[in-house]
């Protein structure tokens, strides 16, 4: 199914809504419309790509759909990022269209002039120098679909160890849009979504999953109800006034929930709410027993990534097996492999695996990176760097990482990346980033520092390493505290011991 087939069958039901507006069906069909052609008189063809800088808006769909019924490649970018960060990424992709919202007009202004391969900019609402205003290009550009186009496919960036954010990037279908059975039918089907739901995304959609559950919704005729960033209460206040029935949540926001007061908790109701999906970050024991033990066996979890996967398991089995991510959620298998790359046994700890397309063509790749692509994969195996064991009933559990990679609030965070910025501190001989224990977050970022000779240690200077970060790369990567020692634990090769250094934060378990 696609979008115009919804549009008619539901021209006036609100495809999404949020921030005060709703756009219909009738009205995304007729907008992503008018944009493929206007792209295509742009000169893009399939295979090209465009950039958006937009937050939870409802217009950014419309643009999301114009790429996917022209052939482009569309690319969110991270709208937390610094401005050298999302320059990069608008870039790498070499998108020929930079699409942004007036609400981030400073980092567009900033990024547009260094970006070459852009040919056009556009901003979506009110006005901006330099950029073209959105309702003014499309004019009376003709809403009828775009004919002889394949389906256009999203590009989204995933960091590698290194910090470098890579382009995960799969090859366009040979169909035209909504002909052949799209990945989101298929995950409308795993996850029973209906035409009837009204699913609440509570995340950012520059995400992989906010992205693909709500366009999923899209394909089947649901309504999104879009949160512009997420507040506990508010969730609340949406499920029982909008009658929403499905979600998606991320462990922080279940945290947050839970730290409201009892009164609030129970003020809401949430009868209409069917189905509650998480994932993103691993999710404490504790935490999940209490969403449950509050909303019931509607909690659904899944382990994946933006370049596929994955796992699934439901309330009821997770009860049995605390802690587990789930078996394989298309029935096929997942692959636990040793340090030699053969398989390991029940309960045995290795790399994560899953099977990637027969045809080596149709695999995702990461754009301008053959070698990182090559690194992930082993024939047709592909990984997501997680370590974990099968259980004897082919349940997963993961038990770390095989990067050093912190994930704060379900957002993936790189160590490496913060570390090269903080060892350019005049005060800093050697430095170690680490994910350290936090009760809300999951994991906060830590800096754990050694001085040049001759500087001594203090709270202000703690403070003058956090902010010489802030102003250098996105907050949420930042440290939100420095630790100084005298020596950073290094082997002779010069290679970190970052185990020895986190058991002073985990104890002798740390990951």
Request: proline content about 7%; aromatic content about 10%; hydrophobic content about 40%.
């Amino acid at each position: 199914m696609y979008i115009g087939a919804m549009a008619a069958k539901f021209p006036d039901k609100p495809a999404v809504m949020g921030g005060g507006e709703s756009i219909t069906y009738a009205e995304l069909d007729a907008r992503s419309n008018q944009l493929a052609h206007l792209f295509r008189a742009w000169g893009l063809r399939s295979g090209d790509g465009i950039a958006v800088l937009i937050g939870n808006e409802p217009r950014f769909y419309e643009f999301y759909w114009a790429a996917m019924r022209s052939g482009l490649y569309f690319t969110p970018i991270n709208t937390h990022l610094s401005p050298g960060e999302m320059a990069y990424i608008a870039d790498n992709c070499e998108a020929k269209v930079l699409v942004v919202s007036a609400a981030l007009r400073d980092a567009a202004q900033q990024i547009a002039g260094q970006l070459p391969h852009v040919q056009r900019r556009v901003v979506v609402n009110d006005r901006l120098a330099g950029f073209a205003s959105y309702p003014q290009v499309v004019g009376d550009v003709p809403a009828a679909p775009l004919a002889f186009v394949r389906e256009g496919m999203a590009m989204l960036y995933s960091s590698g160890t290194t910090g470098k954010p890579k382009g995960v990037r799969v090859p366009l279908p040979d169909t035209p849009p909504g002909v052949g059975i799209p990945a989101g039918i298929r995950l409308a089907v795993l996850f029973g979504y209906r035409p009837e739901d009204r699913y609440l995304c509570t995340g950012p959609l520059y995400h992989a999953a906010p992205l693909g559950f709500s366009t999923t919704n899209h394909r089947i005729g649901g309504t999104v109800v879009l949160m512009s960033r997420f507040d506990a209460e508010e969730s609340l206040r949406l499920i029982e006034r909008e009658r929403v029935t499905t979600s998606q949540w991320v462990p922080t926001h279940f945290v947050r929930l839970l730290h409201l007061p009892d009164e609030v908790r129970q003020r809401y109701n949430l009868s209409s709410h069917r189905m509650a999906i998480h994932a993103a970050a691993p999710c404490p024991v504790p935490v999940k027993q209490q969403m449950i033990a509050w909303w019931g066996n509607i909690i659904v979890e899944y382990y994946a990534g933006t370049e596929g996967g994955g796992t699934l398991v439901r309330a009821d089995e997770w009860l049995a097996r605390p802690g587990t991510v789930g078996r394989h959620w298309g029935g096929g298998k997942v692959w636990i492999l040793d340090e030699d790359g053969q398989e390991a046994p029940a309960g045995q700890v290795g790399l994560v695996y899953f099977e990637g397309g027969e045809n080596a063509r149709e695999r995702f790749e990461y754009y301008k990176d053959p070698q990182k692509t090559a690194q992930t994969y082993r024939g047709r195996l592909f990984t997501l760097g997680d370590i974990g064991y099968l259980d004897g009933d082919g349940y997963l559990f993961l038990t770390d990482r095989q990067s050093h990679m912190i994930i704060s609030g379900g957002v993936n965070i790189y160590p490496q990346e913060i570390e090269n910025v903080l060892v350019m501190h005049p005060a800093v001989a050697d430095v170690a980033v680490i994910g350290v224990p936090d009760a809300e977050m999951g994991e906060a970022v830590k800096a754990v520092a050694q001085l040049r000779e001759g500087i001594a240690p203090d709270e202000a200077l703690a403070q003058d390493i956090i902010e010489f970060s802030r102003a250098r790369i996105a907050h949420f990567k930042c440290p939100r505290s420095v630790d100084f020692v005298d020596q950073l634990p290094r082997t002779a090769a010069g290679k970190l011991l970052k185990r020895e250094l986190k058991q002073k934060y985990w104890g002798p378990t740390a990951p």
